[in-house]
């Protein structure tokens, strides 16, 4: 099974600064990595496919990065409606797996 | 608008079944695998099954394998989750999904049903 970690665990930040968001896997996936993001009480949302391509609708302050191993999601200037969960996906092989989650909030 | 609408969730107690179903529509579903991912009580995301567009391939975690079973009908666009000797441990939120192939991202969720096992 490939086991994605996420850092940091927590982002304290203010509106309009720069996320900055870490996924490492335990093996290569290439380039099949996806990024949600899940708001309390909601399904989570897909963001990213494929380390750097943005779903319908995504706005394009999310941006996604990396290869093989390493993976960054990026939010530009963070929206108040950007402070969430954010998880990592890998679609390289079975099990697909979810990291732990990043949870970004408001200092 | 592709829309995905879970139902079935419920109380059930330890060593009992449930079946959940999930509707779909805005789309070909004929043409797209579907996905069951749940989330436990303050927990993450875990894959737990997957079928193809066709129905002839499905895939499962681990962690179900042999107790769940996935199925669907494409004639009414619809997917189920069959589950038997459930624990507290599938205490979870279900979500069923639109993925692009069996092994994609899961690009449309339904809202989720709650599954609590407990006596």
């Known amino acids: 099974e490939i086991v994605l970690t996420q850092s940091p665990a927590t982002l304290s930040l203010s509106p309009g600064e720069r996320a900055t968001l870490s996924c490492r896997a335990s093996q290569s996936v290439s380039s099949f990595l996806g990024w949600y993001q899940q708001k309390p009480g909601q399904a989570p949302r897909l963001l990213i496919y494929?380390?750097?391509n943005r779903a319908t609708g995504v706005p394009a302050r999310f941006s996604g990065s990396g290869s093989g191993t390493d993976f960054t999601l990026t939010i530009s200037s963070l929206e108040p409606e950007d402070f969430a969960v954010y998880y990592c996906?890998?679609?390289?092989?079975?099990?697909?797996?979810f990291g732990p989650g990043t949870r970004v909030d408001i200092k | 608008e592709v829309q995905v609408v879970d139902s079935g969730g419920g109380l059930v107690q330890p060593g009992g079944s449930l079946r959940l179903s999930c509707a779909a529509s805005g789309f070909t579903f004929s043409s797209y695998a579907m996905g069951w991912v749940r989330q436990a009580p303050g927990k993450g995301l875990e894959c737990i099954s997957v079928i193809s567009a066709s129905g002839g391939s499905s895939f499962y975690a681990d962690s179900v394998k042999g107790r769940f079973t996935i199925s669907r009908d494409n004639s009414k666009n619809t997917v189920h989750l069959q589950m038997i000797s459930l624990t507290a441990e599938d205490t979870a939120v279900y979500y069923c999904a639109k993925i692009r192939g069996i092994f994609d991202y899961f690009h449309y969720w339904g809202q989720g049903a709650l599954v609590t096992v407990s006596s």
């Open positions: 494929d380390a750097y």
């Open positions: 996906q890998q679609r390289s092989k079975w099990p697909l797996t």
